[in-house]
């Protein structure tokens, strides 16, 4: 066998390995979302293991430790929360339905699973630097967007833009603030409600400079006050 040829063996094995790797560790965040499901937000690995039908070593031939697992558990949540407010904020083009729809969905998503959203956002990372935290990352990336339809919405009310970034974030800052409290204090109003409560906050900020005044009269033109 010439060393290209027995190369070439080694690269297809080590491909179905990362393949089968890949896969094992997807298997695993599958199993970890199981067990929050069970057993709450503070599952313990060894309920993980024990729902992936497999032993902690195992588990941890896969992730280095528990915070490995849990940037997984948390990249996969993010990425179906992002897929979601993406849909929903691009359903309407006016600013108003929009903030209403991104509230209306973030809700939803953790009032159908509360305790798989308190595990993303409860576990402290131990030892892992801070843009290894997808939940952070997730914030930041929706908050760009909601920036990015408010910067849109601007522009089209023939206003500068400099606000829009921080405007973003502040209302997704605002939601998620108002949805922490709202699971620990037990869901004490029904999500419509609270959806209500929060875009009517936000929008009352926002209209005033995202759509043009209508009881604002036009100023006159130099002939006008000639």
Not at 66 to 80: K, T
Not at 100 to 117: G, M, N
Not at 121 to 145: C, K, N, T, Y
Request: glycine share 8%.
């Amino acid at each position: 066998m010439n060393t290209e040829t027995a190369a070439s063996r080694r690269d297809r094995r080590d491909s179905r390995w990362d393949e089968h790797r890949r896969a094992r560790r997807e298997q695993l965040v599958d199993a970890t979302l199981a067990a929050v499901g069970k057993h709450g937000a503070g599952v313990g690995m060894e309920e993980i293991a024990a729902e992936a039908g497999t032993s902690k070593t195992v588990v941890y031939r896969h992730f280095a430790d528990r915070s490995e697992l849990y940037v997984a558990v948390c990249a996969r949540v993010a990425a179906q929360l992002t897929r979601k407010l993406r849909e929903a904020m691009g359903s309407s083009d006016h600013p108003r339905q929009m903030v209403t729809a991104a509230v209306e969905t973030y809700l939803a998503f953790i009032e159908a699973d509360p305790e798989v959203y308190r595990f993303v956002v409860g576990q402290a990372l131990v030892d892992r630097p801070v843009d290894a935290d997808p939940i952070s990352s997730l914030s930041d990336l929706v908050g760009d967007e909601v920036g990015a339809l408010v910067g849109a919405a601007l522009t089209s009310a023939g206003q500068g833009t400099a606000a829009a970034a921080p405007w973003g974030h502040g209302v997704i800052g605002l939601v998620r603030a108002a949805a922490d409290w709202w699971l620990r204090a037990d869901r004490p109003m029904p999500r419509a409600e609270l959806a209500t409560h929060l875009t009517d906050l936000a929008w009352t900020g926002l209209r005033g400079v995202v759509t043009p005044d209508p009881s604002t009269p036009a100023p006159a033109s130099p002939m006008e006050e000639s």
